[in-house]
């Protein structure tokens, strides 16, 4: 086939002496084009000998450590009757993880496929902890399925993949040694193709040799894909295998996550404190210190009490009662917003409507969430309307709040100025980041999207129990 | 007394610190500096040095105990200077720290005795004069956390409440008048106390606030 100029839009190409003409779309057209440039171009991209040079040494690898581990794993249990077979068996698995990481290392450096490593070897204290530690090592156990798994598949890969690139050359350069044979051995599909005799073509002749460059020349093009899909079933290998394992990262995923819930609640509390603190308390001080004064002047011979004074301290005092009392308040809400108490819908609307920027809600849920979800929430839109009167200079603003399935998605969006960032917006302990820790904290979500001159969206995804 | 007694005031919050002001005011003391931090206060004591410096303990940058480190600091620099920690809290420790060497000129009460003005006057005047001023409630804490609980038990009742006021620092006549008895009966209480407890007896009111102390803690 040789593509020709395209003209209208056309394809023409001439196959034995008929001229056919495809219908293309530009589209379509550039798509064979790309196809075909990345086709030809494969073969000589550095990926490919990368991926080639990996798969031969991480198959020797294999297969010494496999050859290694099994065999030391054998003499390890033929002596487990003594004390001896359990610390050979357990050096074994200690070199099986060793194997492993030098396995995900190679991936690492050659295939550029970074695997995060696994949890550290955490050997227990004296010398029973240590063999207990090893025998239960999850990561060297699933270290010894890799090696058990990948040495069948280098095998095959290695008939198949392998001696394509080998039949590849090995076709290539047949003609070379002209009609007598003697070139390069072929083992693998080209002797489907061309029964040779004995691992190389006998005497051809030159249609032979035109015909089996041509099969050369289209193992070498193809090679590097079937090459490459060997790989990447051994990247999925050691994702799945030589990673962290799925359990221990879930566990640690939720210790973070109890970290940071922690944390956050000693911070709330250490806010509460210094409010209380700052605030309320030193009203209340200031409150007796001006009543306890006024009692004092008022205690004196009533003839000289000097009432213009008493009565300007008790206004004083009277005036730092009701600030006290609006401070409480304020900070009581902090604690646990009274309007939750009606649903999360009517605190929302009473946010909305206190809100400095106006602000639309609408809300369509048909579950309740529970209270500690509909606390998140509440906080959530709370702390983004701060941050959107504070810094987005925005004109309007709407919360969405929906019910999917069994989430529930807050979307709250302004027209403001935009270029918001999580470690920007709002104070550091109160800020978004904050946020997103008490969101992460009952595995829900939350999504920034602030290009610079706005609007900005922030989603939260939050379950509804949690 | 030779003039009004001096008093600059390290206290964040600017109600407080102006009431403060006022009240010390209106109660015949000049006012040398009122501050909200660790820093100006250091600059003022030593342009315009007052007889009491009374301190917040929380104070601006970091909220601990800024005060604390501050009132040790400057006792240390201006020798004579009375200082009164203010607090809404009572920390044991934080007493412990300040009256490590001494008990001359110290005070530390809860921020609450200011509603007590002819209380709290009187302890600002004890300390500006080298007394000591407890709050009850670190005697009290005190009292609670000693193991001497056994030789305490000899102690009659009235012996007790008397010991309590003497660690806050009052002087016998202050401790008459509380209990509403004659000073020769708190003179005796007093020696009663010394001798039950086998304490080294003393003449001024803050060594014998320090010896009940280290009686307490030891």
Not at chain 1, 205 to 231: K, S
Request: aromatic share 8%; with cysteine; net charge negative.
């Amino acid at each position: 086939m040789t593509p020709e100029e395209p003209e209208d839009n056309g394809v023409r190409v001439r196959i034995r002496g008929r001229e056919l003409s495809f219908a293309m779309t530009e589209q379509q057209a550039d798509r064979a084009r790309e196809l075909a440039h990345t086709v030809l171009h494969e073969p000589f991209t550095k990926r490919v000998w990368s991926e080639l040079a990996f798969f031969l040494l991480s198959a020797g690898l294999a297969g010494a450590g496999l050859s290694f581990v099994s065999f030391t794993m054998a003499a390890g249990l033929f002596l487990a009757i003594t004390f001896f077979g359990l610390a050979v068996l357990a050096l074994s698995l200690r070199s099986a993880r060793g194997i492993g990481g030098f396995a995900r290392g190679l991936a690492r450096n050659m295939l550029d496929e970074v695997v995060e490593d696994p949890q550290p070897f955490a050997g227990r204290h004296g010398f029973l902890g240590w063999l207990q530690s090893c025998l239960r090592d999850r990561v060297a156990w699933r270290a010894v399925g890799y090696l058990a798994v990948k040495v069948p598949w280098s095998i095959l890969g290695v008939l198949v993949a392998v001696s394509l690139w080998w039949d590849a050359f090995a076709c290539l350069l047949h003609p070379l040694f002209g009609r007598n044979g003697g070139g390069p051995p072929v083992w693998g599909l080209a002797r489907t193709f061309f029964p040779a005799d004995d691992f190389g073509f006998g005497p051809t002749g030159f249609f032979e040799n035109v015909a089996i460059f041509v099969l050369g020349a289209v193992f070498f093009f193809a090679a590097p894909w079937v090459m490459r899909g060997f790989v990447n079933v051994d990247r999925l290998l050691i994702r799945s295998l030589l990673g962290p394992d799925p359990t221990a990262a879930r566990v640690r995923s939720l210790e973070q996550a109890r970290t940071q819930t922690v944390d956050a609640s000693a911070a709330t509390l250490r806010r509460i404190e210094r409010d209380l603190h700052d605030g309320t308390q030193a009203h209340l001080v200031a409150l007796a210190m001006r009543l306890g004064m006024a009692k004092e002047k008022l205690e004196v011979d009533p003839e000289q009490v000097d009432l213009d004074r008493v009565r300007e301290l008790v206004d004083a005092a009277h005036r730092g009662a009701k600030e006290a009392i609006a401070e409480l308040r304020d900070i009581a809400r902090g604690i646990h917003p009274p309007a939750l108490d009606i649903g999360l819908e009517g605190a929302l609307a009473t946010l909305a409507a206190r809100s400095a920027v106006p602000t639309e809600l609408s809300v369509t849920m048909q579950a309740r969430p529970t209270p500690a979800i509909e606390a998140i929430a509440y906080f959530c839109v709370a702390e983004l309307l701060a941050n959107v009167a504070q810094h987005a200079q925005a004109s309007r603003a709407s919360i969405f709040c929906t019910q999917q399935g069994s989430w529930l998605r807050l979307v709250v969006r302004d027209d403001g100025a935009g270029g918001a960032q999580l470690t920007t917006l709002g104070s550091s302990s109160s800020g978004l980041a904050g946020l997103s820790d008490r969101v992460h904290a009952v595995d829900g979500q939350l999504y920034l999207v602030s290009p610079p001159g706005g609007p900005t969206v922030v989603t939260v995804d939050l379950p509804l129990s949690s | 007394m030779v003039g009004a007694l001096r008093i600059a005031i390290a206290e964040d919050s600017a109600i407080l610190r102006d009431g403060l002001v006022q009240l010390l005011v209106d109660r015949g003391f000049a006012i040398t500096g009122a501050v909200g931090d660790p820093a100006a206060l250091r600059s003022s004591v030593a342009q315009n040095p007052p007889d009491v410096a009374v301190i917040d303990i929380r104070m601006p940058p970091t909220f601990t105990d800024e005060g604390l480190r501050l009132a040790l600091e400057l006792r240390a620099r201006h020798e004579g200077l009375g200082i009164l920690l203010f607090s809404q809290y009572i920390e044991t420790r934080y007493a412990a720290d300040l009256l490590a060497d001494d008990a001359a000129g110290i005070g530390y009460l809860l921020k609450d005795r200011v509603a007590d003005v002819s209380d709290f006057v009187e302890a600002l005047e004890r300390v500006a004069v080298g007394g000591t001023a407890l709050d009850p409630e670190v005697v009290t804490q005190l009292l609670g956390a000693t193991r001497r609980t056994d030789s305490l038990s000899v102690l009659t009742g009235r012996e007790r409440e008397v010991l309590g006021l003497m660690a806050e620092g009052r002087s016998n006549a202050a401790i008459a008048n509380a209990l509403v008895v004659s000073e020769g009966a708190v003179e005796k209480h007093v020696a009663n106390i010394f001798a039950k407890l086998d304490l080294p007896v003393s003449e001024k009111d803050h060594r014998r606030v320090l010896a009940v102390l280290r009686f307490l803690e030891s």
